[in-house]
T-cell receptor, first 110, second 113 residues
Framework: GQQVMQIPQYQHVQEGEDFTTYCNSS?????IQWYKQRPGGHPVFLIQ?????EVKKQKRLTFQFGEAKKNSSLHITATQTTDVGTYFC??????????FGTGTKLQVIP | DAGITQSPRHKVTETGTPVTLRCHQT?????MYWYRQDPGHGLRLIHY???????DKGEVSDGYSVSRSKTEDFLLTLESATSSQTSVYFC????????????FGPGTRLTVT
């Protein structure tokens, strides 16, 4: 079946440093989504990428979908303490079935 | 946030007992999902529904069953709970066929002793 891996599993950064998490799928995806989960909370949708090579930005967050539609990345510029949480990618291959990545837990040190 | 509630929010039960978790939504969303979240595994799909009485299995469906008799309610049942089913369970909904954004409920923390 479809597998979606994320690296790194954990990341500690100093506030103001950049952060990147990578998502890799074993199969080609029709689209990919990113979610953020704050400690003790539930996942919250951030963005969806559909097109090969697509790049989208949300303030300090930059999302990219690979040319082969099998990988994606999320980059945060100049992290803030409000960025703390776990970031998940979620790849959709077949009809309505989505596979979540293992997540990257971000800790920001003030 | 979408109007999604889960009940109970916390439950401790003994091995071998049946357990039912409820997800209720007020958004009239067509699609509903049950996930479990465990450290190191992210979110894994248990079952999902694409309409009333229409359900399908996810990647970790063994030991779980679901029912959806009304649009707003999606029930997850553990017929005979095992310690390996100790987890946090999230319900999610999705509104439109071409919008894949999922809205998550607050989660249910289940402990099987």
């Amino acid at each position: 079946g479809q597998q979606v891996m994320q690296i790194p599993q954990y990341q500690h950064v100093q506030e103001g440093e950049d952060f990147t998490t990578y998502c890799n799928s074993s199969t080609t995806l029709s689209n990919i989504q990113w979610y953020k989960q704050r400690p003790g909370g539930h996942p919250v949708f951030l963005i969806q990428l559909v097109k090969s090579g697509e790049v989208k930005k949300q303030k300090r967050l930059t999302f990219q979908f690979g040319e082969a539609k099998k990988n994606s990345s999320l980059h945060i510029t100049a992290t803030q303490t409000t960025d703390v949480g776990t970031y998940f990618c979620a790849g959709r291959g077949g009809y309505q079935k989505v596979t979540f990545g293992t997540g990257t837990k971000l800790q920001v040190i003030p | 946030d979408a109007g999604i509630t889960q009940s109970p929010r916390h439950k401790v039960t003994e091995t071998g007992t049946p357990v039912t978790l409820r997800c209720h939504q007020t958004e009239n969303h067509r699609y509903m999902y049950w996930y479990r979240q465990d450290p190191g595994h992210g979110l894994r799909l248990i079952h999902y529904s694409y309409g009333v009485k229409d359900t399908d299995k996810g990647e970790v469906s063994d030991g779980y069953s679901v029912s959806r008799s009304k649009t707003e309610d999606f029930l997850l049942t553990l017929e005979s709970a095992t310690s390996s089913q100790t987890s946090v369970y999230f319900c999610a909904t999705q509104g439109q066929d071409n919008s894949y954004e999922q809205y998550f409920g607050p989660g249910t923390r289940l402990t099987v002793t």
